[in-house]
């Protein structure tokens, strides 16, 4: 059964508000229940709520970069990556995947420019500290992988070879 295409986009931007929503709600708990760089544990010798603030990208990279430099740099991946994946996304699974990946761009873009950097805190111990919009970013991308990879009406670009 086929879904309108105006309530998929409803259902899309909803996904999109939610992840956003949850995680800056998080995030202002953290900043009102924890001091910089203070942990408190979630599940005791795994998983730690600890505060800390990222003035770079990813893993902490480009950390005295401007930060307005960093939100252009955002703006622009996030322009890019839509631009590109939308045309190739005709999945619910990829719809979803792109509406994960875009509320959690969107999520650290708000600290970014409320705050002039990312705020972490979920610490796994063994992974640099991260948040719910990275995790989002990260099982967006990977779902959005799989079904280009395996949707029978999405196929993955040839590159040149013999495989698929």
């Known amino acids: 059964m086929s879904v309108p295409r105006q309530l998929l986009a ?3 931007l909803a996904l999109i508000v939610v992840v956003v929503a ?55 991946v996030m322009g890019i990556f839509v631009t590109v994946m939308l045309p190739r996304v005709q999945t619910r699974g990829g719809w979803v995947a792109l509406a994960l990946v875009c509320g959690g761009a969107i999520g650290n873009l708000i600290d970014r420019i409320r ?18 919009a990275d995790a989002s970013i990260v099982i967006g991308v990977g779902l959005l992988l799989f079904t280009l990879r395996f949707s029978n009406r999405v196929p993955m670009p040839s590159t040149g070879g013999d495989h698929p």
């Open 22 to 76: 949850i995680d800056q709600l998080v995030k202002g708990f953290i900043i009102k229940t924890l001091s910089l760089g203070a942990s408190r544990p979630l599940v005791p010798g795994l998983l730690d709520l600890s505060y800390r603030q990222n003035p770079g990208v990813a893993f902490s990279a480009l950390p005295h970069a401007s930060a307005y430099v960093l939100i252009a740099l955002n703006l622009l």
């Open 115 to 132: 705050w002039h950097f990312v705020i972490d805190y979920l610490d796994f111990h063994f992974w640099p500290v991260f948040n719910i």
């Open 10 to 12: 409803v259902r899309i």
